[in-house]
């Protein structure tokens, strides 16, 4: 059964940084595709980000250009560092794989709360 386990978040001002980290375990990590999503209050769950193996990286229009994904095989881990950030991006913080059809391939983690505000 494969968990995922999500950091880093905060709560931070108009313009911060921050770093997310979500390490997986009980599974062939490297093979995946895998994603950043976020559910703010209220809203859908969206996808933000997206790395293969090898990195190619997509990103959301809204998260372009100020968001960065990565990830370490060797770690089972997906990284998202976030930088000039909004209070927009104010949300739950969850990873996972890309599955058939681009749905969540495993269940969620408990997610990581980032709060962006003055």
């Known amino acids: 059964q494969v968990q995922l386990v999500e950091s880093g978040g905060g709560l931070v001002q108009p313009g911060g940084s921050l770093s997310l980290s979500c390490a997986a375990s009980?599974?062939?990590?490297?093979?995946?595709?895998m994603a950043w999503y976020r559910q703010a209050p209220g809203k859908q769950r969206e996808r933000v980000a997206t790395?293969?193996?090898?990195?190619?990286?997509n990103y959301a229009d809204s998260v372009k250009g100020r968001f960065t994904i990565s990830r370490d095989n060797a770690k089972k881990t997906v990284y998202l560092q976030m930088n000039s950030l909004k209070p927009e991006d104010t949300a739950v913080y969850y990873c996972?794989?890309?599955?058939?059809?681009?749905?969540?391939?495993?269940?969620w983690g408990q997610g990581t709360q980032v709060t962006v505000s003055s």
């Open positions: 996972n794989a890309l599955g058939p059809g681009a749905a969540p391939a495993w269940s």
């Open positions: 009980g599974t062939i990590f490297s093979i995946y595709v």
């Open positions: 790395i293969t193996n090898p990195a190619t990286t």
